[in-house]
């Protein structure tokens, strides 16, 4: 067989092997009773260190080391465009890989795993401190990682790098620093401008399995198949794909609020249109892969805003909307509701921000994790910065830590 | 560390993939799309594999040799009535699964997986011919597992061994010709009897939310932990445990049957009490595994049978569901729906039959079984075979073939 074929068939295996862990991260974040949380830790932390001890081993590095220099990253000659390009996205992950040890990954899947009900848990209790002690692990062991791999143009480059390859902080500042020049002053102008939306259109009661069945109605439309996914409830919406034919959508539902639910899953749509749309012809490697974090984001607002608040979208679905809920809606102009969806509003809750102050809260992320990875601020100091950074980018702050 | 210990940490790591396992099991069950059948197959039969793998692997072999002779069963002299006992349930799944090649074992769990939803489909369309190919492939493999395993006293002996270890054809065939002597003339004589219970009370239409409700509430009280474990719903009711933190239950919602839900819950509960009250401890271990399924089965019926169609319980019980469905149930007398519960009626679905026919259904597969293993009966003259038996045992005739 050839040298690529012999890879892609380890890694197609690898791939099986990291879409079953997903299936146990579903159900972390779907349906897992609260008491599975320290065995399921151990499960997908063993799993995933299992992943990992594959991908660095040697049928994995015997045929790519026949096809590229495993330290230097130069491509071997007589290579055809495509294969050279798909070896070198291979390498790019193997290379980042082989520089940690199973131990840590199987300990940073675990602590992550161990952190999630607390966050969950302080969520729910507005108590920070339940969850300190798992950020204060998260951000130890991401500092072993960038000891691991070594640092870039900064630590925060190290860990940047794998989300978004190629791009950097130096990169996303000048990025960031032109859309924050054009955001913040049409953000206050739209804040000092006499123009109300009626918002309260959106905070009436509305029933959550008829929010639900229209949200499932809008998926379909949009051309999601549900006959390789499905869409549950999450705390925190997300999208995770088993394997191209089985890729799922997550949404959650407020009963006041009609937007949660129905911009949660437009938004999971559209990254999940983009996980079933990837060409399994390529599967278990980098080219059925999301290309990076960035891409996958633009898919899910690009549904979520630009399709999502469009006035045609609701010229189309507001009447079927008025349908399901007449007591609410039945007296309501299209031009409201259209309005009411756009309001731009600075609030707590990146999820449910509007489409431009939402990039004010990635910004604020930003900045906090480069103070966290960069600076060493330290976790007990985090709930100030974070409220005097809400109050920096969108003028307003928050009453309490989480 | 003592040879017991080292052991003992590793039959808890292949314990936590096997949990893993598990979780993949369920969902595929209750929620995983159609979709994500050939990839969901596979994963399951690589995890299954490596399961295998490891179990009779170096470091389960190594120590469990130096405490028991590996060919023979011998234990070595000096240890302990408990350890002794251990490692002797221990090696009995050792020798079994020693026989097993990864490669067989894998083929056997991608089969299984992979006519599960072709029997849903099949049980959906009332065709046989859907589940018949699959079927035959699951016999051909059950076949080589005999001739791995070698024939004890006839070929099915084998297999039922792995389920109720001790228990031989021959002990059933007492035990089911004593049971069915008592069962058929009673069944008869309830048959001939002019005593009519009022069934209709619980096929009016019951709500498939309240039903779950009330089976929820039932099991909090039988002492399920919902902690520790969830109920969702599935085609063919099942409990299933990712570890002793994590043990599920499913039950099937029939809005026209008060009993489908409400029994399923019951009995599954019983399982799940089985499962939540093994002794983490030894997990792991087998002392941390059920003993046999006819023991499982003993906890399911128990709670199912004896606490759950008693007067007492509906004593209980029967006012707490009048509120619940006070337009089915409040001009209903309690002996009226306590007789209508504990109605005896051959019925084709093994899942919804009362106490008395449910052993003649198991009696019926007990026979068919062994026709199927030990005289080579053929998956096309199944139905016929069983609709014929059907008839012998329950005095019913199916009128199609699934």
Redesign the interface.
Known sequence: MKLIETLKNELR?IA??K??VN??Y??MET??????T???A???A??EA?VHERFIGEDVSNPLGELVNLDSGEIINGLDDETSRLVNEIWLDYHRAVALPKEFVEELSHASSMAHPNWVEARENNDFNLFAPHLEKLIALKHREIGYLGTQDTPYDTLLDEFEPGFTTANINVLFGELKTALVPMIKAIQESRVETKQEILHQHYDADKQWEFSEMILKDMGY??????Q?QAVHPFTID??P??VRVTTRINEHNLLDCLTGSIHEGGHALYEQGLDQKWYGTPFCQAISYGIHESQSRLWENLVGLSKPFWEYYFPKLQTVFPENLSAVALEDFYRAVNTIKPGFIRVDADEMTYNLHIMLRFEIEQLIINEGVDVASLPELWNDKMEEYLGIRPETDT
């Open positions: 295996e099986d092997l879409g079953a299936v146990l579903w159900d349906y897992m009773p609260k008491g599975g320290a065995a399921r151990k499960q997908v063993m799993l299992m198949n549900f006959h390789c996914g499905r549950d088993f394997h034919t089985d």
